[in-house]
């Protein structure tokens, strides 16, 4: 079992910064692989944002956080962290940290991870 608590979202104005924080609890390490971000806005599907490896620390990001966003992981603190810079009104959303029990190359689909937090809210005024 794992669960996930999301943290650090607030609003924040256009070209800003915050850093959001994803606290993982497992029963063992094993229980998850990956951790990864995901984001919905109002009337839109929830989409993949960045994700990490528990071990080797592999990042993958969407195309448009590419540059802006930094995911990061402390194994100690087992949190992961998703550092957004230049934020623009379209990175307004709910963002959702989700986990995985195995290592994955290319998983960027929500159906390609089993535990989900409840969110926390990114609001980027212009």
């Known amino acids: 079992q794992v669960q996930l608590v999301e943290s650090g979202g607030g609003l924040v104005q256009a070209g800003g910064s915050l850093r959001l924080s994803c606290a993982v609890s497992a029963r063992t390490f094993t229980n998850y692989a990956m951790v990864a971000w995901f984001r919905q806005a109002p009337g839109k599907e929830r989409e993949f944002v960045a994700a990490i490896s528990r071990s080797i620390g592999m990042t993958l990001y969407a195309e448009s956080v590419k540059g802006r966003f930094t995911i990061s992981r402390d194994n100690a603190k087992n949190t992961v962290y998703l550092q957004t810079n230049i934020l623009k009104s379209e990175d307004t959303a709910v963002y959702y940290c989700?986990?995985?029990?195995?290592?994955?190359?290319?998983?960027?689909?929500?159906?390609?991870?089993?535990?989900w937090g409840q969110g926390t809210q990114v609001t980027v005024s212009s």
């Open positions: 989700a986990a995985r029990s195995d290592f994955c190359v290319q998983c960027r689909q929500r159906s390609d991870y089993n535990y």
